[in-house]
């Protein structure tokens, strides 16, 4: 009972920070490229509209060293907290917020401002979210603990594309555009509430206790993870980064390639988006517990092998029809992007040691988030010139992933050798009988 409650206010935090996060990501492209950054141009409006999408990965770094300082001093549930609220507190305030019309420039710079909280608050939650998971599992079962907080992004993109889908259909387009897009942004304080409750009622990990009792936490952890584990951090960027660009281009982008390049409806593409990441729901913990048996590097390689195999196949297949379009959506997102993404809290984390683990597995992550969330703005300008050409959009892809390729090749099999500290996590969890 106690494991389920810990995996389920990991799990529950960090739906809903995905949740508020793509939300901003699918409103982009719908709305706020009207309604915050209007201009005689439509294409300069989605760029700049994307811009801001992307200035929330850029914030994500600087999340991660503000409560991965928290996390690895004061404690993981902590930091937790805090970075709900601060999610939270944004998307509800973003569906207050006045229209360009009604305010002018204030609109926009708002806008950009809470995006920005989204990012910092999102860059210290995924770190936390996996730890509070990874370090309460017991040996063997730390890949399918490592993936439950991964659960939050489908499910967080499956709650937020299905309101607006439900929106959408209930409302006309004046509707929805002058006050429909703005309930799953207020709906999101409801949420927020829910999960501060679950996670109050959790323990510290053991692994940071142990570390507390000790006193062995690090005094500044961004400068020991730095000093002594800089290596660990730049190989965890590139490994991000090839997956990286495809993920944002199919949880994000992809709603603006399809409408404005493909000519696909907003409804058609809403919906393989949505059945795309009902399939991660599935594979995620299936993969996640495989990674116990066969390891994280073994599906991380083969993952990424498959994408890289797929980059051009996929943009030349998803123009021939709709269904065409959705199935490769959910083959690459829901099935071979999701065996990725579902050993990476755990791959990543058992690189560093418990002392600057948040740190060090937040900051990798965020810059090469950082780095990925332009790729919008770099796809805009390459639709706007060649169009949808399977080739240049393929190569952009295929390129990243090489990057991770190698860097996975050369990786450690972390199932084997990991940095965690197994056995205080057993007795912790499972304390030994008493002699008779």
């Not at 439950?148 to 489908?154: C, D, E, T």
Request: glycine letters at 10%; hydrophobic letters at 50%; aromatic letters at 14%.
């Amino acid at each position: 009972m106690k494991n389920f409650r810990i995996l389920l206010a990991s799990l529950a935090g960090s739906v809903i920070e995905w949740y508020d996060f793509y939300l901003y990501g699918t409103a982009t492209g719908l709305v706020f490229s009207t309604l915050f950054f209007p201009t005689k141009d439509p294409s300069i409006s989605i760029l700049i509209a994307f811009a801001t999408f992307g200035a929330g990965y850029a914030a994500r770094p600087l999340g991660s060293i503000i409560f991965g300082h928290m996390g690895d001093r004061i404690g993981r549930k902590a930091s937790l907290m805090l970075t709900l609220i601060g999610m939270g507190g944004s998307s509800f305030l973003i569906g207050l917020l006045p229209t360009y019309a009604q305010v002018g420039l204030v609109a926009p710079i708002a806008l950009v401002v809470l995006r920005l909280f989204q990012g910092v608050a999102l860059g210290g939650e995924w770190g936390g979210a996996v730890l509070l998971a990874t370090e309460s599992a017991t040996k063997g079962v730390r890949g399918f603990f490592g993936s439950i907080p991964q659960l939050g992004v489908p499910i967080g993109l499956v709650l937020g594309t299905f309101s607006f889908t439900m929106i959408n259909s209930l409302t006309t387009e004046a509707q929805f555009m002058a006050w429909g897009w703005r309930l799953p942004f207020l709906f999101s304080a409801v949420l927020i509430v829910l999960a501060i409750w679950i996670r109050s009622g959790i323990e510290e990990t053991p692994e940071f206790k142990q570390k507390k009792e000790q006193g062995e936490l690090a005094k500044v952890p961004i400068i020991d993870a730095l000093k002594y584990n800089k290596k660990d951090i730049f190989r965890l960027i590139g490994l991000k980064l090839g997956d990286g660009f495809f993920n944002v281009f199919l949880m994000s982008f992809i709603l603006v390639y399809a409408t404005t390049y493909l000519g696909y409806s907003r409804d058609v593409a809403l919906t393989a988006l949505t059945i795309s990441c009902a399939t991660m729901i599935l594979t995620i913990p299936l993969i996640g517990y495989i990674s116990d048996f066969i390891g994280r590097k073994t599906i991380y390689i083969s993952g990424v092998v498959a994408l890289l195999l797929l980059a051009v196949p996929y943009f030349s297949l998803i123009q021939q029809s709709a269904t065409m379009f959705t199935i490769m959506q959910a083959l690459l997102l829901g099935v071979i992007w999701a065996a990725i993404f579902s050993t990476q809290g755990t791959f990543f984390s058992e690189l560093f040691p418990a002392n600057v683990r948040y740190t060090g597995l937040g900051l990798g992550y965020q810059v090469a988030a950082a780095i990925v969330g332009f790729g919008p703005m770099l796809w805009t300008e390459m639709g706007a010139v060649y169009g949808a050409s399977p080739y240049l959009f393929g190569g952009f892809m295929a390129f990243g992933l090489v990057i991770s390729l190698v860097l996975a090749i050369f990786s450690p099999d972390t199932r084997k050798v990991t940095q965690y500290n197994d056995q205080i996590v057993n007795e912790d969890n499972f304390p030994k009988m008493k002699q008779m």
